[in-house]
Structures are given as structure tokens and as C-alpha cells.
């Protein structure tokens, strides 16, 4: 799997039209599902996302994680983070298959939700408009077949 988290003040994912998440302070996260990943995968992504140490505390410092700050999560299934960009027409065969993608991206938010999070999301495979007012900025990058 693949994520990029961001630290927001808020977001929202819109589909035609009509707002179907929002957050307020949380992370926005960007999922991608790749072919080899399983609920286990999606479960030790969760738990290191949602463990995440990166709100001020009181001294300024990025040290609280999205509990303490009574954070929420906007997931927004994401193929293209499994882009072959070797030329300029990105390729898109490295992702999952749909229904395995689908799997995954259920996986990890009912892990997030089943920490206590409050999970928002968008909708596998719609064209959505997504928003965000990004905090500090803080954006990390997670590739679960990195070290």
C-alpha cells in the first residue's frame, strides 16, 4: 500500500456535486492498493498512520498523534500513487485489480474506525473534487514494500 498523509486543518471530497466527507483537524489521506497487499497490510498501515506523531504540542514540538488532538481521517482511494511514470504517459497496471483495491481501502478504515477514529471517505472509482487546508505543511509518504 501507499499513502501520502497530510496535516489539515480540514477537508472535504465532493462528488458531483454533493460533499460525501469532510473533516475538520485530521489527516488527509491519499490510499493506493497495490497487488500483492493483504487486510494484515492494511492493518499495520493504519495503526502507523493513526500513530502518528506529528501535532504541535504545547513547546511547538510535532509530537502528538491524531488522538490526542481528537483528530479524524478523510481517506480518498488513490490508483494513481501506483504510477509507472517511466515515460510520459504514466501507466497504471502496477495498482491493484479493482475488487482486491476495493478490499483494501474497506480494510484500512474499518482498522482506522476501529481504533475510535472518525472516518470520512470518498467513493472507489467516482471523479471526485478534493479540498483541503493543509497545516504547517506537514505531508508524509508511506510505501508499505519500503523499509
Not at 495503526?47 to 504545547?58: A, G, S, T, V
Request: glycine share 10%.
Amino acid at each position: 500500500m501507499r499513502a501520502v498523509v497530510t496535516r489539515v486543518d480540514h477537508a472535504s471530497v465532493t462528488i458531483e456535486g454533493r460533499i460525501n466527507g469532510q473533516i475538520g483537524v485530521g489527516f488527509l489521506v491519499l490510499l493506493g492498493v497495490g497487488p500483492n497487499d493483504t487486510e494484515e497490510t492494511a492493518r499495520k498501515l493504519a495503526d502507523k498512520i493513526c500513530n502518528l506523531r506529528i501535532f504541535e504540542d504545547e513547546n511547538d514540538k510535532m509530537n502528538l498523534n491524531l488522538e490526542q488532538v481528537g483528530g479524524s481521517l478523510l481517506v480518498v482511494s488513490q490508483f494513481t500513487l501506483y504510477a509507472d511514470t517511466s515515460s510520459r504517459r504514466p501507466g497504471f497496471s502496477r495498482a491493484a485489480k479493482p475488487e482486491l483495491a476495493v478490499q483494501g481501502y474497506e480494510w484500512f478504515m474499518a482498522r482506522c474506525r476501529d481504533r475510535g477514529f472518525r472516518v470520512e471517505h470518498g467513493e472507489f472509482g467516482a471523479k471526485m473534487e478534493v479540498e483541503s487546508l493543509n497545516h504547517g505543511p506537514v505531508t508524509i509518504i508511506f510505501d508499505t514494500d519500503q523499509p
